[in-house]
C-alpha cells in the first residue's frame, strides 16, 4: 500500500502563485511516476503533469499548464511538488496527487482545493 498526503491548496487570485506538494509513503518502488490531475466541478478528473522517479526526471505537462506550471520531485524524500504560476479561474479544480509503481496499480491522495478567483 503506498499513503499519498496532499498540501498547499488554497484560494489565490488570478495572476497568483500557489505550490502543492504530496508526499509519498509505503510500497514505493524505485522506478515510478508521480503526477497531478485535477478535477472541476462537472468535469472529468484530467492529468495536469507527471514525472518519472529516473535520474533527471521526465516530465509531461497538459497543454492547457505548459509554461505556467512546473513539476518537480525529491526522490529521497519521496515527494513531488507543482509549482502553479500566472492562475487563472479556470485552474480551480480539487487536486489529487497519483503515484504508480512500475507495472503497478495507481494510488491516490484525498485532494486539495484550488480556487482561483477573478
Known amino acids: 500500500q503506498v499513503q499519498l498526503v496532499e498540501s498547499g491548496g488554497g484560494l489565490v487570485q488570478a495572476g497568483g502563485s500557489l505550490r502543492l506538494s504530496c508526499a509519498a509513503s509505503g510500497s514505493i518502488f524505485g522506478l515510478n511516476t508521480m503526477a497531478w490531475y485535477r478535477q472541476a466541478p462537472g468535469k472529468q478528473r484530467e492529468l495536469v503533469a507527471s514525472i518519472t522517479s529516473t535520474s533527471g526526471g521526465s516530465a509531461n505537462y497538459a497543454d492547457s499548464v505548459k509554461g505556467r506550471f512546473t513539476i518537480s520531485r525529491d526522490n529521497a524524500k519521496n515527494t513531488v511538488y507543482l509549482q502553479m504560476n500566472s492562475l487563472k479561474p479556470e485552474d480551480t479544480a480539487v487536486y489529487y496527487c497519483?503515484?504508480?509503481?512500475?507495472?503497478?496499480?495507481?494510488?491516490w491522495g484525498q485532494g486539495t482545493q484550488v480556487t482561483v478567483s477573478s
Open positions: 497519483n503515484l504508480r509503481n512500475l507495472g503497478g496499480s495507481p494510488y
